[in-house]
């Protein structure tokens, strides 16, 4: 209602009932005011028609209470009227008008304008930002103030001045309310050489649209992938999944997880909220290798400044063949020492060879293979062998040395028969005395194969010589080293100036692919008939050309620890799902952002893997981002791929070997470079 029309309606009921207006109290501060009353309050009594006197106090009172509401972002308005209802009187001085909001008094505003009877005020207006919900306000019109107990303004009424409460609803601001409306892993039953997808729907069920944001999905063994979730509008939903290759992934019973805006996630397990959601799964049993260590045994005096044996048996329980594995040996949680694994066919073994130099007091040897969880496997319950020892100190009085055969490494780790290997022998002196030159000595099998001489060496220094075998014939062969075979060094003890380790010569594997599971096509509807082909028969027409895609299944820093200092390099591993081989492949590796190799991968098989890796880096304390993009070479329409992530690099506690070892990095990986076998 307008001010004018309210003044309207008051005028009108002043007018029409005038015997509901009665008199005033005298204001007891003016005698001649009150003789003026008593006056007409006689000529009233008496039926005689008289003026009311004008000395009579107002009657203020607040009217038309109005609110404008918003959402809780935004300021809410509320308004109102001060007016005066008393017959024939005017208010003579300012007043206040003061606001109530939720039964709390709060600003006030003063109203000059002269009011007359029936006159309101100027509208009155507060604002205030407030949380969604309902609140209620009201007016006070000349509200007590300080030694004013009964406000500015003598009225003749001072009981009504709060108007009634007004109430409002604030709503609440619109906002997005994503969440996981469902969640399936499909097929929940996996065969050998199909894909799972795990499938999750995100729902907006909010007010407002979302921002983009991702889905996490995780299964027992850790984080499987994640998927982009665009900006949804509200009422609208989208379906974000990943697929799971079964032949990379153990076989057995699974729970699936999903988390919605992972980055934001307080909750890791599966819980019934709408931000998490799990789905069981199974892959079925297919042919996989399972690498154990078979058995280790410590050879060697157990003293500090010796060298110990560690002798390894390392066997395929699977069945199917491991690819190329390392074996790594720890001391506690620090690795000393690196080997590799040949592809080893079901029930194959490999034996290892190689000497550790522990200081003294109480160790927990540890053998593990493919420490890096490269190859998928069966079991991984059977990867490690741990062994406790006590290493006795020395109260040597004499610093000897004491020269040992450290590690023998060949090159490449699976040679066909008729390639050529490489051998690199690391000797080592352990002792702490100096040694003169001496000479080592290489054999196949029992037969001389070369000599070489091996320089002084202080003492922890080492030194490595590079033989070159050439013409093996298929089979296992046993290599061998003897350092100082003429005994010209004194030495502290010679137990340990010989190693030995197998090597498998073999034609390269001919594995077939896996079988093609891809469903039959429907059968076309008998009613329509495709029009014959150029001779008349039945229509040729040839299947599309499958696109030529792959992707990768991991990627990775392998570390070692070498001359005081860590090394390593970045290895990714790419799949082929297509029948068809894809070509040469670029990738380029960058550790945090910068370009650290610039590769080719020769080809991929169809249905197949192939590995590509850096060469060695010097890799820094701390965290570091390690990432691959690869491109098909020669096909336009393949999509580029880009893979990251984050690696955390723990400074080295000890070192072993001893920092001559850095002298044999460089050699060793152009060696693996030259003679690496292709794929």
Not at 397 to 409: N, S
Not at 480 to 499: G, H
Not at 503 to 514: C, H, N, Q, R, Y
Not at 637 to 651: C, F, G, L, N, R
Request: proline share 11%; glycine share 8%.
């Amino acid at each position: 209602m307008s001010p004018q029309a309210a003044r309207g309606i008051l005028l009108a009921l002043l007018v029409l009932a005038p015997a509901l207006a009665l008199p005033g109290p005298a204001r007891a501060d003016d005698p001649f005011c009150d003789q003026q009353e008593q006056a007409y309050d006689a000529a009233q009594s008496n039926g005689a028609g008289a003026t009311p006197p004008y000395c009579r106090s107002p009657d203020l009172f607040g009217a038309n209470l109005a609110a404008t509401v918003t959402d809780e972002r935004f300021p809410s308005q509320m308004c109102g009227y001060a007016a005066n209802v008393a017959q024939d009187s005017a208010t003579k001085s300012p007043f206040y008008v003061q606001l109530v909001l939720d039964g709390l008094p709060e600003s006030s505003l003063q109203v000059l304008k002269l009011l007359h009877t029936g006159d309101f005020s100027d509208e009155l207006c507060w604002n205030a930002t407030l949380a969604a919900g309902w609140h209620r306000f009201s007016l006070t019109v000349d509200p007590p103030r300080g030694d004013a107990p009964n406000g500015d303004v003598a009225e003749s009424d001072e009981s009504n001045n709060v108007a009634p409460d007004r109430w409002f609803y604030v709503r609440p601001t619109p906002a997005p309310d994503l969440h996981l409306a469902a969640f399936r892993v499909s097929p929940p039953v996996g065969r050998p050489s199909t894909s799972q997808f795990m499938v999750a729907t995100v729902a907006n069920a909010g007010d407002a649209p979302s921002a983009p944001t991702t889905v996490a999905f995780y299964d027992d063994n850790g984080l499987v992938g994640s998927d982009g979730v665009p900006a949804l509008q509200p009422g609208t939903q989208a379906e974000v999944f990943i697929y799971n290759d079964t032949d990379l992934r153990p076989a057995g019973n699974f729970t699936a997880m999903a988390v919605l805006d992972p980055a934001n996630a307080t909750v890791l397990q599966c819980t019934n909220t709408l931000y998490v959601a799990c789905a069981p799964f199974e892959i079925l049993p297919h042919p996989a290798p399972d690498l154990a260590v078979a058995n280790v045994t410590v050879h060697g005096s157990f003293l500090e400044h010796r060298g110990l044996l560690v002798d390894a048996l390392v066997t395929n329980l699977g069945d199917r063949a491991a690819g190329v594995a390392q074996i790594r040996v720890y001391d506690g949680a620090v690795p000393i020492a690196n080997a590799s694994s040949p592809n080893l066919g079901p029930g194959q073994t490999a034996h290892y060879q190689l000497y550790a130099v522990l200081g003294a007091g109480a160790h927990t040897l540890r053998v593990v293979a493919d420490p890096d969880n490269l190859t998928v496997e069966q079991t991984r319950a059977n990867n490690e062998w741990d062994q406790n020892l006590t290493i006795q100190g020395t109260a040597e009085t004499a610093a000897q040395p004491d020269l040992l055969v450290e590690r023998l490494d060949a090159l490449p780790d699976d040679p066909s028969p008729g390639e050529t290997v490489m051998v690199t022998a690391l000797v080592r002196n352990a002792g702490q005395g100096a040694s003169n030159r001496t000479t080592l000595l290489l054999r196949a099998d029992g037969v001389l194969l070369a000599s070489k001489d091996v320089p002084a060496l202080p003492a922890g220094r080492s030194y490595s010589a590079v033989f070159s075998w050439g013409g093996a014939a298929e089979g296992n062969h046993t290599l061998s080293a003897l350092v100082d075979p003429d005994r010209l060094v004194n030495e502290s003890t010679r137990d340990d100036n010989a190693i030995q380790r197998d090597i498998t010569i073999a034609a390269p594997a001919s594995e077939s692919p896996p079988p093609d599971v891809t469903p039959s096509p429907p059968t076309p509807p008998t009613t329509s008939t495709p029009p014959p082909g150029p001779d008349g028969g039945s229509p040729q027409q040839p299947p599309p050309e499958p696109p030529a895609t792959l992707t990768v299944t991991n990627l990775d820093v392998i570390t070692r620890v070498d001359g005081g200092s860590v090394k390593g390099f970045v290895g990714v591993v790419v799949r082929n799902p297509n029948l068809a081989p894809v070509d040469r492949v670029s990738v380029e590796f960058r550790l945090d952002g910068k370009l650290v190799g610039d590769k080719v991968i020769p080809g991929v098989p169809g249905a197949g893997t192939a590995t590509q890796r850096t060469d060695d880096l010097d890799l820094p304390a701390g965290k570091h981002t390690v990432s691959a993009d690869l491109k098909i070479l020669g096909v336009d329409s393949a999509q580029p791929i880009h893979v990251e992530k984050t690696y955390d690099v723990a400074a080295p506690a000890r070192f072993l070997p001893a920092p001559g070892v850095a002298l044999l990095v460089p050699l060793v990986a152009a060696l693996a470079l030259a003679w690496r076998r292709r794929p």
